[in-house]
T-cell receptor, first 114, second 109 residues
Framework: SQTIHQWPATLVQPVGSPLSLECTVE??????LYWYRQAAGRGLQLLFY??????ISSEVPQNLSASRPQDRQFILSSKKLLLSDSGFYLC?????????????FGEGSRLTVL | GQNIDQPTEMTATEGAIVQINCTYQ??????LFWYQQHAGEAPTFLSY??LDGLEEKGRFSSFLSRSKGYSYLLLKELQMKDSASYLC??????????WGAGTKLIIKP
């Protein structure tokens, strides 16, 4: 069966510090991978998605970046965090050959920037 | 612009029935998802509708009317564990998911 795991689950970082959130998927090959941010009272905001190794599409301009060094690994990074980066970050995957496929989410990472 | 509207919060009683509505205005339509999200957890899939009509899955049903840009999620025989947020999401013409802000459902004994 397929599983998705992201970490860390919770982190508190000072403004200007770097960030690295990691996500891995097991039990499937060549998944589509996504990073979402969820702010309180707002819908899920797509930050990045990837259809293959090294292929990253950015949906919103920001101080975040994403990388996909391996087929089933997706990393969200920042060199200098802003207060507005606080939120609940979700990694997700979907089957690559289905345009309207169901998303499977990781456990989420709650980031607080102080 | 693209817009998904759903009520912010609803309250219902254990054992009752509740209907959560979702209206959408999007550039094209390629399906609508409902997800359940418990506080502090990841969303989990509930249903997917692409054709008009009602899809029933146990205590949960989802309805779609494409001509009206409208869907609802119907929850029957409510249980305390159904207290969660319910997210509506539409697949647009570019096969991108557009998410609503979610409806927080509070179940009272």
């Amino acid at each position: 069966s397929q599983t998705i795991h992201q970490w860390p689950a919770t982190l508190v970082q000072p403004v200007g510090s770097p960030l690295s959130l990691e996500c891995t998927v097991e039990g499937t090959s060549n998944p589509n991978l996504y990073w979402y941010r969820q702010a309180a009272g707002r819908g899920l905001q797509l930050l990045f998605y990837s259809v293959g190794i090294g292929q990253i599409s950015s949906e919103v301009p920001q101080n975040l970046s994403a990388s996909r060094p391996q087929d089933r690994q997706f990393i969200l990074s920042s060199k200098k965090l802003l207060l507005s980066d606080s939120g609940f970050y979700l990694c997700a995957w979907s089957v690559s050959d289905r345009d309207t496929g169901e998303l499977f989410f990781g456990e989420g990472s709650r980031l607080t920037v102080l | 612009g693209q817009n998904i509207d759903q009520p912010t919060e609803m309250t219902a009683t254990e054992g009752a029935i509740v209907q959560i509505n979702c209206t959408y205005q999007t550039s094209g339509f390629n399906g609508l998802f409902w997800y359940q999200q418990h506080a502090g957890e990841a969303p989990t899939f509930l249903s997917y509708n692409v054709l008009d009509g009602l899809e029933e899955k146990g205590r949960f049903s989802s309805f779609l009317s494409r001509s009206k840009g409208y869907s609802y999620l119907l929850l029957k025989e409510l249980q305390m564990k159904d207290s969660a947020s319910y997210l509506c999401a539409v697949v647009d013409s570019n096969y991108q998911l557009i998410w609503g802000a979610g409806t927080k459902l509070i179940i009272k004994p």
